[in-house]
C-alpha cells in the first residue's frame, strides 16, 4: 500500500506479493460518505485470473498448505486472528472508507465477529472428524471401510460490498482450515480490506499462493475465474440474479457451488410483544448499515390490535437515529455504498409512493449538515404495505422499511412465506412457545426470537429458497469446503471366498 497523488494504492496479491495487473489498468475506489476517490486498485483481467489461479493450484497441489495437520493449520489460524487485532485500526478505517460502514459497528462488532470465526474454526478444524471408520459389514464382504474427508482444491470466493471484510472471512477461514488454496475476487466498491487481508495472513504464516486477491469487473474478470477449469469450488455471496448466472456458468465446468443471496426477511410482532425492545430491535434489524445487509428485517407484519401504535413508535424511534461521517464516534448511520445504490433506493422509494403506501418518515436523499456531497438515505417507514407491492417483494438494500398488517397468526405466517427469498425472520412476542411454533412455520434459514443480526461463529448461516444454498460459518462450513472420499480395503483374503466374482467368471 502507497499513496501516489494523495490516493491510496492497491495493486493484486498473487503468491503473497504485491503485483500490478497485466494491463497496467487502474481503477477508483470511492469513498461514499463524502463521494470523493481514496483510491486506485488495479484492474485485472483474464491473464491475471489465469496468474492467481495457476499459483494457487501449483501451491495446492505442492502440499505446503493442503497436507499440513489440522493443528497446524490451526495454528496458523490463531496467529492471523492475532494480526488483525494488532491492525485492527487500518483495517477499520479501510473498510469504513470505501463501505460507509461506521466505526461503531466496524470497531465494535465487524473486527471481534472475524477475529472470534477465526479462532473459533481453529477449535472446530482441530476437533472434526477427518476420518471416520465405518463398522464391518457382512454384506458384501468383510473389509475395512473409511470415509475421508478432503480439501476440494482451488476455491474461488466472489465477494460482495457490504461487509467486505466479514462476507471474506467466511469463506477463507473455513476454506483455509480445511487445507484448500483461495482465489478471492471482492466487490469493485470495496477492494481495500481484502487485500490488507491478505497481507495479514501472509505475515501469519500462510504460505505465499494459498491465498490471492484479484481485482476488477465482475462482469468480465469475475466470470473468467467462475469458468476456470482449474477452479474447483465457488463461494459466493450477492445478488440472486448474479447468483443465478454463477450457477449456470459454474456448471460447463461442473464446479461446486454455495450461494448465499438476497432476502426479504419477515420480523412478526405478536399483540403481546414487549414493545420496548420490538420497536428499537425491528429498527436495528433494518436500519443497521442503512440496510444493506442480507438477512435485514425489512418487512415487519404487525397484528391489527396493535398496528398503529407500532407505526407510530417506529417512526418516532428511527427519527433518533443520527446519520453522518462513518468514522464520527457519533455517528449511527452511514451513507449507502455508492450513487448507483442510492439512485436504486431513491427509485424502490418512488415505487412505494406510486403503489399507495404510506410514507410516515424519511423518504429521500439526507442532505445538510457536511451530508452534501455522500450517498446518505434518511431511514424510511412506508406504513399501509400490501405484501404484493414491490417494495415488499424485492431486496432494496437500503434504509426502508416496509409495514404490514395482519389479523390472525395463520395470516402472518402466510405472509412472511409469501416472498421468492428464505434468508431470516423474527418473531417478537413474550410467548416462548408461540413463538418455537411459528419458527417451525417460517422457510427461512435463521429465525430469531426477540432479536436480530444475531449471528454466531458456530451457528449455521444460510438461505432456504432462492437465498441460496449452502452453510457458512460454524462446523457446518467446514463441511462445504471438503470432498469425501471413501476407501476401501479387503479383509477376503482368499478367492474362493468372493462370490461377487462369479456374477462375471463362471
Ligand atoms: P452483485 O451481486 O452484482 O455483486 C456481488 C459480487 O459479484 C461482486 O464482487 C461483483 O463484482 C461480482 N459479480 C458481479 N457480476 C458478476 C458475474 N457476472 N460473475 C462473477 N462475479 C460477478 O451485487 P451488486 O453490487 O450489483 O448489488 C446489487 C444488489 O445485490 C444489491 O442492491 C442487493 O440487493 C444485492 N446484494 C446482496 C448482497 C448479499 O449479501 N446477499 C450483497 C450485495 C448486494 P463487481 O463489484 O466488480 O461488480
Known amino acids: 500500500m502507497s499513496v501516489t497523488q494523495q ?63 489440522p493443528a497446524q493449520r490451526a495454528g496458523v489460524l490463531m496467529a492471523f486472528a492475532q494480526k488483525i487485532i494488532e491492525n485492527a485500526a487500518q483495517i477499520v478505517f479501510l473498510e469504513s472508507v470505501s463501505s460507509g460502514g461506521t466505526l461503531r459497528r466496524l470497531a465494535g462488532s465487524d473486527i471481534l465477529q472475524i477475529v472470534d470465526l477465526l479462532q473459533q474454526t481453529a477449535k472446530f478444524v482441530t476437533e472434526y472428524k477427518h476420518v471416520e471408520a465405518l ?13 475421508w474427508r478432503e480439501p476440494i482444491g482451488v476455491c474461488a470466493a466472489i465477494t460482495p460490498w457490504n461487509f467486505p471484510l466479514i462476507l471474506a472471512m467466511w469463506k477463507l477461514a473455513p476454506a ?13 466498491n470495496t477492494p481495500l480490506s481484502t487485500l490488507r487481508l ?12 494459498v491465498f490471492n486477491v484479484v481485482t476488477g469487473p465482475g462482469a468480465s474478470m469475475g466470470e473468467a475465474l467462475v469458468t476456470h477449469k482449474e477452479v474447483d469450488k465457488i463461494a459466493f455471496t450477492g445478488s440472486t440474479e448474479v447468483g443465478r448466472r454463477i450457477m449456470q456458468l459454474a456448471s460447463g465446468t461442473v464446479k461446486k457451488v454455495t450461494l448465499e443471496l438476497g432476502g426479504k426477511s419477515p420480523s412478526i410482532v405478536l399483540p403481546d410483544a414487549d414493545l420496548e425492545l420490538a420497536i428499537p430491535g425491528i429498527l436495528f434489524g433494518v436500519f443497521l448499515h442503512s440496510g444493506q445487509i442480507c438477512e435485514s428485517g425489512t418487512r415487519v407484519l404487525v397484528h391489527d390490535s396493535i398496528y398503529d401504535e407500532v407505526v407510530e413508535r417506529l417512526a418516532a424511534t428511527a427519527a433518533t437515529i443520527k446519520l453522518g461521517d462513518p468514522m464520527q464516534e457519533t455517528t449511527g448511520m452511514g451513507p449507502v ?11 424502490y422509494i418512488e415505487a412505494g409512493k406510486q403503489e399507495g403506501a404510506r410514507l410516515v418518515c424519511g423518504g429521500k436523499r439526507a442532505t445538510g449538515n457536511g451530508l452534501d456531497n455522500g450517498y446518505f438515505i434518511e431511514p424510511t417507514i412506508f406504513a399501509d404495505v400490501r405484501n ?32 421468492i427469498y428464505g434468508l431470516a425472520a423474527g418473531i417478537w412476542t413474550r410467548d416462548l412457545n408461540q413463538a418455537y411454533k411459528m419458527a417451525r412455520e417460517i422457510k427461512a434459514g435463521t429465525v430469531w426470537i426477540n432479536d436480530w443480526h444475531m449471528l454466531r461463529s458456530d451457528a449455521p448461516f444460510g438461505g432456504y429458497k432462492q437465498s441460496g444454498f449452502g452453510r ?14 471413501h476407501v476401501h480395503a479387503s479383509l477376503v483374503t482368499e478367492k474362493s471366498q468372493r462370490p461377487w466374482l462369479s456374477i462375471l467368471f463362471s
Request: no cysteine; charged share 25%.
Open 176 to 188: 483455509l482450515a480445511m487445507g484448500n488454496s483461495v482465489v478471492m475476487k471482492p466487490a469493485s
Open 388 to 419: 404484493d407491492m414491490k417494495i415488499a417483494q424485492e431486496e432494496i438494500f437500503g434504509p426502508v422499511l416496509s409495514v404490514i398488517r395482519y389479523s390472525d397468526l395463520d395470516e402472518a405466517i402466510r405472509i412472511a412465506n409469501d416472498t
Open 135 to 147: 463398522p464391518s459389514q457382512p454384506f458384501p464382504g468383510p473389509s475395512n471401510n473409511q470415509v
Open 337 to 347: 455504498v455508492s450513487k448507483q445504490q442510492m439512485e436504486t433506493i431513491l427509485q
Open 7 to 69: 490516493l491510496l494504492e492497491f495493486p493484486l496479491f498473487i503468491n503473497g506479493e504485491r503485483v500490478p495487473a497485466d494491463s497496467g489498468e487502474w481503477f477508483e475506489v470511492i469513498n461514499p460518505a463524502y463521494g470523493i476517490p481514496v483510491a486506485r486498485v488495479a484492474k485485472a483481467g483474464r491473464s491475471d485470473v489465469d496468474k492467481a489461479v495457476r499459483v494457487a493450484r501449483e501451491t495446492f497441489e505442492s502440499g505446503v498448505w493442503s497436507r499440513r495437520t
Open 472 to 485: 457458512e460459518l460454524g462446523k457446518y462450513a467446514l463441511d462445504e469446503y471438503t470432498q469425501l472420499k
Open 198 to 209: 491478505a497481507e495479514l495472513a501472509v505475515e501469519a504464516g500462510l504460505p505465499k499462493g
